[in-house]
């Protein structure tokens, strides 16, 4: 029980800063997809934000099996759904390690952000 304001640094204070999912989500989708306005300056520029990838109309269905699509396969593992990496080919990068359960929490995380604007002229083309 806090008696006062959290403490800077503490969990209880980590656990004010972020929605229920959104820390999960950064850890492990973060590296390469901006997730929130909290890192505004994160992902990689060539890949969809999360508020993007709200625009499209399956997106949930991609989120659900988003390991299956390139380049996730190499370096994702799915506990109880995807094979271990062979041991002569390892990722290439760190790897993602997720249960159905934190998965699950990933994509209800997902269905708490705004889609993008993207305008009225915008087609994907």
Not at 65 to 77: E, L
Not at 84 to 109: A, K, N
């Amino acid at each position: 029980m806090l008696l006062g304001p959290p403490v800077l640094g503490s969990p209880e204070a980590a656990a004010q800063d972020y929605a229920p999912g959104e820390k999960l989500t950064m850890i492990n989708c973060g590296r390469c997809h901006k997730v929130s306005e909290k890192d505004r300056m994160g992902g990689i520029g060539s890949t969809p934000s999360f508020a993007v990838m709200r625009t499209w109309d399956n997106w949930e269905e991609k989120m659900k099996a988003f390991w299956t699509y390139r380049p996730h396969p190499s370096f994702t593992q799915i506990e109880g759904v995807t094979e271990p990496f062979p041991e002569d080919r390892p990722p290439f990068v760190h790897p993602i390690s997720l249960t159905l359960d934190e998965l699950r929490v990933i994509i209800d995380y997902a269905r708490s952000i705004e889609p993008a604007d993207l305008g009225p002229d915008w087609e994907l083309r």
